[in-house]
């Protein structure tokens, strides 16, 4: 049984992951500062919350905390002293990271090199898991975009996550500190609650409200988080994952229409308007998975189509219409 520390352990990724290790018997320490970034005026906050830790909140440690306080990451590393450290705490999704800039790069910028300082000073860390995204790419130049593809981010958040990628990088050649970092890519599924295109796509279709696609042929490789959570927990204990950067998506990109006619398949009165692809966001696509698949033994169990009606029944079951 391992020790493991989740920051952002509250979140929808890191709540997925908890769970999976948890049902494999290790000790999760959860440790956010439980901040939202969604008006709680536009969503149901509580349920998302409650069903995140459902059946498992008293098998795990919760500590209320934030990565961006050098303070709060001693605290933490040196009152449970873990033997990994899986690092979500950012903000969820560049939209967001867009508007509050500041609060962005500090989420992820301060907080890795917070950790990464308290991990080399501490020590009795096996191996630090940094959590990037398929948005460092910026424009795809191919597909399926692997994991050596240039890195050229179009926005904050993309810009944040590479910085934050070097630094774990860094610290790793010059401290001797084990790492993996995960890009992941479009994730969705029950108890999403940052407005991520999924999501909103799937709640405007439940409560009759048009779905807005802007560049309807915008494809992306969208992922179940069991599947994202999965692959986490296989880049952990993997010896093959050393120091090793891997893409963990379905690695099959999907178009926004696309998406749209299989929610058409389960609530047949959409009201869809098109609009013009936004060249503030990057092009992008499929993302080569075959390193995750080699090394990991990663194999995505969803595809769109399943993931997508499990999600519905989850909104139609848990939240207000």
């Known amino acids: 049984m391992a020790k493991i520390l989740i920051t952002g352990g509250a979140g929808f990724i890191g709540s997925n992951i908890a769970r999976e290790l948890v049902e494999d018997g290790h000790e999760v320490i959860i440790f956010d500062p439980f901040i939202q970034y969604v008006s709680p005026f536009e969503t149901d906050l509580h349920v998302p919350l409650t069903k995140r830790f459902e059946g498992i909140v008293h098998k795990v440690i919760i500590e209320r905390g934030d990565a961006r ?8 590393l040196e009152k449970y002293k873990p033997e990994y450290v899986i690092h979500l705490a950012a903000m969820p999704i560049s939209t967001i990271s867009n508007v509050f ?3 962005a790069i500090d989420c992820t910028m301060l907080s890795t090199s917070h950790l990464l300082e308290a991990i080399k000073d501490i020590g ?4 630090f898991i940094y ?13 399926p975009v692997d994991e050596e593809h240039p890195k050229n981010p179009k926005d904050l958040y993309g810009g944040a996550k590479l910085a934050g990628e070097i630094l774990t990088q860094a610290y790793g050649r010059r401290f001797g500190i084990e790492y993996v970092i995960i890009r992941p890519s479009a994730v969705y ?8 295109v999924s999501q909103i796509f799937v709640e405007n279709a439940l409560k009759g409200k048009e779905l807005v696609l802007e560049g309807p042929d915008t494809r992306l490789d969208f992922t179940n988080v069991k599947d994202t959570a999965h692959g986490f927990v296989l880049a952990m204990f993997s010896e093959n994952a050393k120091n090793e950067v891997f893409n963990i998506t379905s690695g ?3 178009s926004l229409r696309e998406l749209v006619a299989i929610i058409r398949e389960i609530i047949p009165d959409l009201k869809v308007i098109e609009k013009p692809f936004n060249s503030a966001m990057p092009e992008r696509g499929t993302l080569d998975i075959s390193k995750a698949k080699r090394l990991l033994g990663f194999e995505p169990k969803y595809n769109l189509k399943e993931g997508i009606k499990e999600y519905i029944e989850f909104l139609k079951q848990h939240h207000k219409q």
């Open 69 to 76: 306080y050098v303070r709060d990451v001693h605290r933490i």
């Open 101 to 103: 800039i500041g609060e």
């Open 124 to 127: 009795g860390v096996k191996r």
């Open 131 to 143: 959590t990037s995204s398929s948005m460092v790419y910026g424009d795809f130049k191919y597909t």
């Open 189 to 196: 599924g029950p108890t999403d609650m940052n407005k991520r």
């Open 252 to 254: 099959d990109a999907k």
